[in-house]
């Protein structure tokens, strides 16, 4: 499904895309999908599997929830699932020594260690997989925008159109479990103000599947409550003809008139989705102020950790897939280009905790065994220096450094594809195993049982119930829930 029409148009490698280029892309991508007509289930003597609506073969479901618990940025897998030879911060150190920039902790499972500060992820470590030999594509200079996009669709851009995120896959083909609540929620990315708004919204989308089966975005889970909350003192007559107007703006919309008859049918089948939900009793779910003061307590290591407390919440109400995001925003959270041991120390803080607690919660509510909980990221990260130390860096102090002069340049900072981390527990994925490895010196590439997203995201679609080789026709081909339907689930992760 790869447009080389539109590499051409570029005038050049999408490797070498700048960041203008790559929202040209999917601004044009997004448009054409706007006039396309509806998707429908793609039979041939070729395709093996229909949608599951249609009735076709699918797999049996181990999971009937899916929560993707993303590491926005690129976690670095030797400082955090996957240590290595750990060097302590000196003056002089050189960076060729560095592989770990903190020391390896025991976990619950014999003999398998992670990194420090991790110490309570370590302890359930045992209800699920580690996954140590995924790999990425070297998708060239613009890794961050087109790593996201690929992670979260199964697609390298560019492509003739917009692909859906998996969780728009899974709500158009698995159908919500409830009524009332959105089957396909992110929660904590703010796509507004934060300096990459279309690079982020290329990919927190439905794409060709159409408005209805997008995301519900809650970028701060304390205002769960508020975002689903008809407004204060509004009756429900008054509410009801409020939609009825609201409905009648989004009509007169250019973007609503310009699109096909498909895409404007399924923008107002999304209103009636919100609609729905404002009055219903399951929008209580979005509010965790609910919670007990001590549970909150122990998720609330901030967006993150109260995001997955939401998360449990909407799992347990009937959604279908919920991402929660530590948030892309450009030299922050795991994006550590300079300061990175300093920065991971924190970013621990925010994630052993509340993860731990997710796990734990899901196990003793009896819904572990029947969700998916994913934690991954972009790609992983070295310490290798990105081009020569201080050549074009306007601020000295925050060049990358061959040695170590200061804490600034302690850390794992360069983009890293060779071997990354992930997580999996509940959906019938096996407990308390460590599947691949990565070299244990460097390059710490995956040396053994290396996993693609390609075919990760075939064990997660059948994890789901969901055939990896499922398509729907667009543009009169098929369009596979995995990259040309290749993708092969890696059976060993299951029980």
Not at 249 to 263: I, K, M, S, T, W
Not at 305 to 322: H, K, P, Q, S, T
Not at 354 to 359: D, G, I, N, S, Y
Not at 371 to 382: I, N, Q
Request: proline share 7%; with cysteine.
């Amino acid at each position: 499904m790869n447009s080389n029409h539109d590499e051409r148009r570029l005038g050049q490698d999408p490797r070498r895309w700048t960041r203008r280029d790559f929202v040209r892309w999917a601004s044009a991508a997004a448009a054409m999908t706007l006039t396309m007509g509806e998707p429908r289930v793609w039979a041939s003597p070729q395709a093996e599997s229909m949608s599951a609506a249609a009735g076709g073969n699918q797999p049996s479901a181990k999971a009937d929830c899916c929560i993707l618990l993303w590491m926005a940025g690129g976690m670095a897998a030797p400082d955090t699932f996957d240590p290595k030879r750990y060097a302590p911060f000196r003056v002089g150190l050189p960076a060729s020594e560095i592989l770990s920039t903190f020391p390896a902790i025991d976990t619950v499972l014999p003999g398998v260690q992670i990194s420090q500060g991790l110490e309570n992820i370590a302890q359930v470590l045992d209800r699920g997989t580690l996954i140590r030999s995924h790999v990425l594509p070297d998708l060239g200079h613009i890794l961050h925008s087109r790593h996201q996009y690929h992670w979260h669709t199964g697609y390298i851009p560019p492509q003739t159109v917009a692909a859906p995120h998996m969780g728009a896959w899974m709500a158009r083909l698995l159908g919500p479990r409830d009524d009332a609540v959105p089957p396909f929620i992110v929660i904590g990315q703010r796509l507004e103000g934060i300096g990459e708004k279309e690079e982020l919204k290329a990919f927190h989308t439905a794409g060709f599947l159409g408005g209805e089966y997008g995301p519900f975005v809650i970028p701060y889970p304390e205002q769960g409550a508020e975002a689903v909350r008809p407004p204060h003192g509004m009756t429900p007559s008054r509410f009801e003809n409020r939609y009825h107007f609201y409905r009648k703006l989004a009509e007169a919309d250019p973007r609503y008139v310009q699109a096909g008859d498909f895409h404007r049918e399924s923008i107002l089948r999304a209103m009636e989705s919100a609609y729905r939900l404002l009055a219903s009793p399951k929008r209580e779910a979005f509010d965790i102020s609910l919670e007990p003061k001590d549970v909150y307590d122990e998720y609330n290591t901030g967006r993150f950790g109260l995001g997955c407390l939401l998360a449990r919440r909407l799992a347990e109400a009937g959604a279908r897939f919920i991402e929660v995001t530590t948030e892309y925003v450009p030299f922050e959270g795991w994006d550590t280009h300079e300061n990175g041991h300093t920065r991971y120390a924190k970013m621990k803080e925010l994630i052993d905790r509340p993860v731990a607690r997710l796990v734990r919660d899901l196990e003793e509510r009896g819904l572990l065994d029947r969700t998916l909980v994913v934690l991954a990221s972009e790609f992983s990260r070295d310490m290798l220096v990105e081009g020569v130390p201080g050549s074009n860096a306007k601020d000295q102090s925050r060049a990358p450094a061959d040695v170590m002069g200061e804490m600034i340049h302690y850390g794992l900072h360069r983009h890293f594809t060779g071997a990354s981390s992930v997580l999996m527990f509940g959906g019938g994925i096996g407990r308390g195993k460590v599947f691949g490895e990565s070299a244990p010196e460097r390059p710490c590439m995956a040396v053994k049982d290396p996993i693609s997203v390609t075919d990760l995201h075939a064990t997660i679609y059948t994890a789901m119930g969901i055939s990896p080789r499922t398509a729907l026709e667009v543009e009169r081909r098929p369009f596979y829930v995995t990259e040309d339907g290749k993708g092969k689930p890696e059976t060993r992760l299951f029980a």
